[in-house]
């Protein structure tokens, strides 16, 4: 039998590329470069632009059509790799647990921002990731400048946990960070305990399925989308858990919709009785309002 002919880097990318781009795959370019990658056992795709004229192994390259097949479905590259970049850094992902975002990302840069503004409390800041996912933000902020005693993670699904655990032993902050199997804030007394809480809760409402892609409809899990009993009711609940769980002056960062912003706002602000105010309203790189930043009075 005469053997498959020797094909580069460069070559494999191309056609991989052409092909997602006919089946009208997202981010296509990335896509392969990941894909590639993980095949190479090269932990960054973007050293893959050095390797452009080196020839692939058939068995290398085989592997790797095997792998552009399932991303032709639109399976994220993320779960078909096993791993996904936040920060630049690398967060173990699987199928069953929400991707983590850009804006995600973001919301840890404002918080970071927001703690070099001010002194480090006696006992160290103490933060909570509620539904943490990967762990994506509690252990990147465990790795950060924060330099915090005491991360938790919180999270009811048993894939995330394992996940959390994984990452934080990833990136030697395990002793740092805690996965907590919990409902949100319920495992905690209402009393202060926290200095920053963060969250990407499911914000969405029930019907708001435009919102998304066919690809995270048919691959992420829709419980980490969609708010019970709707996405508004959920925010103002996680609002006021963490009204009572916060330390005066601590600061609450949560991803919403923008939408969902202004009421948000009457909520909070508008009520004397409300121990939050929200003082930053976070924006994404195409100015649509994502995220707000409340902080305890």
């Known amino acids: 039998m005469k053997a498959a002919p020797a094909v580069t880097v460069d070559r494999l990318l191309d056609q991989a590329e052409k092909r997602l781009k006919k089946r009208k795959v997202e981010f296509p370019d990335t896509s392969v470069l990941w894909l590639l990658a993980h095949v190479l056992g090269v932990e960054d795709p973007d050293d893959l632009d050095e390797l452009g004229d080196e020839t692939v192994n058939p068995d290398a390259a085989r592997r790797f059509w095997e792998l552009v097949e399932r991303r032709e479905q639109h399976e994220p590259y993320p779960y078909i790799v096993g791993v996904t970049d ?98 949100w804030l319920s495992a905690f007394r209402p009393e202060p305990c926290f200095d920053i809480i963060c969250a990407v809760p499911p914000y969405l409402n029930p019907g708001d399925e435009e919102y998304l892609t066919k690809e995270s409809l048919k691959w992420e899990p829709l419980k980490t989308f969609f708010g019970e009993p709707s996405g508004d009711e959920l925010v103002r609940h996680l609002l006021d858990e963490a009204a009572l769980r916060l330390r005066p002056g601590g600061l609450i960062a949560i991803q919403v919709d923008d939408e969902q912003i202004p009421g948000l706002e009457d909520y909070v602000n508008e009520d004397p009785d409300h121990p939050l105010e929200i003082k930053w309203i976070l924006e994404d790189d195409d100015g649509e309002e994502d995220a707000i930043l409340a902080v305890h009075a």
């Open 86 to 183: 936040f920060r630049d850094e690398l967060m173990e992902i699987r199928h069953g647990v929400f991707l983590p975002r850009f804006q995600s990302e973001e919301l840890c840069d404002e918080i970071e921002e927001w703690v070099e503004e001010r002194a480090v409390p006696r006992d160290s800041w103490r933060i909570a990731d509620l539904g943490a996912g990967c762990g994506a933000l509690g252990v990147s902020l465990a790795m950060g400048p924060i330099q915090p005693d005491h991360v938790v993670c919180v999270d009811i699904d048993p894939t995330a946990l394992d996940l959390i655990q994984r990452n934080a032993a990833r990136h030697r902050v395990a002793d740092r960070v805690q996965p907590m199997a919990a409902d």
